[in-house]
């Protein structure tokens, strides 16, 4: 790891808290599905779902075939759901690595009737995402009929999506209604043998366990960000996952009337001192936090001046407690000390949201799983 200069803690002790946490909110018998799609949101696909595995996670969730395949290799004899719809070129995959899919219409099933060997199929209904799944109850229960009848279609769930669970209360309870009518609409259906799931990370807030849903969709909660008004969480907290640090290359003083970095976009009202960050936004640090995010050095924050570049950040030490310097460690994403700036925050800054935060660390950034993740120098790869 000699070199590297920006690099992301995965926190694998975090990670099996997390699990546990919301396995802890789930009853008895429900399936965890856990999505490792984007490369386990951004966290590095083989890290989290070795770790998953060692857990007893038995069904995995991707966004698609081809993230199916790079799995499967990782994961030998686990449940593969691939979320989004597959693709005629993409079929092969789906059939040469086993892979789980979903069905939203007629088209959908067309293509997998092309197969020649067995496939395992999710029937999804659209209740109000108006994204993937079968319009209605109609569509939904010929797709049903269609698959049922086909000698090398095996029906493994049904599910749906909510378009809101974090926001809208009203809207997640009216979608579930929706998925209930539909299914009870469905001749013969024995949900006792399926896999029957709705909920992502903040619909668990809402989890039914009187329903029939028996699985739950889980991304963001596994890395440490808890739905939002959680309160069946209330007496938990999730550990984020992953912390991202780099150094400080340069301290300097500039004067007052100055300006930083590219645009020139900040003028200095008082003669500060500065430094100058090995990260940028070919890391992940977004341009659109320019001026706003600020940058954890010595457990202290020091807000980010001027446009993010490529490579560097600039920010301002002048009001630093201690004095910072060369190779000294930055945070962007995690503790030090007692203070800590998580996705959330960062994507407050950039105007985005954590779930892109976490998959926008860019593949430059190594991922280290750090069994006793403690966010200081102790342990910086730099210093292995
Ligand atoms: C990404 C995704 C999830 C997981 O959502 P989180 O909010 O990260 O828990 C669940 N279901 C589907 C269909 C998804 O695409």
């Not at 197969?115 to 999710?122: E, N």
């Not at 660390?361 to 750090?370: D, E, G, I, L, T």
Request: aromatic share 6%; net charge negative.
């Amino acid at each position: 790891m000699q070199g590297v200069r920006c690099w992301a803690e995965i926190d694998l002790s975090a990670l099996r808290h997390n699990v546990e946490c919301v396995r802890g909110a789930l009853t008895a018998g429900t399936e965890l599905i856990a999505v490792v799609k984007a490369d386990a949101y951004g966290h590095g696909l083989e890290i989290i779902a070795k770790e998953l595995l060692a857990q007893g996670v038995d069904v995995l969730a991707v966004a698609s075939p081809r993230e199916g395949a790079q799995l499967r290799i990782i994961a030998p004899n686990v449940r593969i759901l691939v979320l989004g719809p597959v693709l005629p070129d993409e079929l092969d995959l789906v059939l040469r690595h086993d892979l789980e899919v979903i069905v939203s219409s007629l088209e959908d099933l067309a293509l997998f009737e092309t197969a020649d060997r067995p496939v395992r199929l999710h029937l999804k209904m659209d209740t109000g995402m108006g994204r993937l799944g079968a319009e209605n109850g109609i569509s939904l229960g010929e797709l049903y009929t269609r698959v049922r009848a086909h000698p090398r279609f095996i029906l493994a769930g049904i599910c749906t999506h909510f378009a809101a669970a974090d926001e809208d209360s009203t809207l997640t309870l009216e979608q579930r209604k929706r998925f209930y009518q539909a299914m009870k609409a469905l001749p013969g259906l024995d949900v006792s043998t399926l896999l029957i799931h709705a909920d992502n990370s903040a619909g668990l807030d809402y989890f039914d366990a009187s329903g029939p849903c028996n699985g739950v969709r889980v991304g963001l909660a596994l890395y440490g960000y808890p739905p939002s008004s959680v309160e069946r969480f209330n007496h938990v907290s999730f550990k984020p996952v992953m912390s991202v640090h780099a150094r400080v290359g340069l301290v300097k003083h500039l004067p007052k009337g100055s300006t930083v970095s590219y645009g020139a976009t900040v003028r200095l009202a008082r003669d500060s001192r500065l430094a100058v960050l090995t990260m940028g936004y070919a890391d992940g640090f977004p341009v659109s936090a320019s001026n706003r995010a600020q940058v954890l050095i010595q457990g202290a924050c020091c807000p980010v001046l001027g446009r993010i570049c490529m490579d560097l950040t600039v920010v301002d030490i002048t009001d630093h407690p201690g004095s910072v310097a060369r190779g000294d460690l930055a945070t962007w994403m995690g503790s030090q000390g007692d203070v800590s700036i998580d996705a959330e925050e960062l994507a407050r800054h950039a105007g985005s949201i954590s779930w892109e935060r976490l998959c926008g660390v860019s593949k430059r950034v190594p991922r280290v799983a750090n069994e006793y993740c403690v966010h200081t120098q102790k342990s910086d790869p730099t210093m292995k």
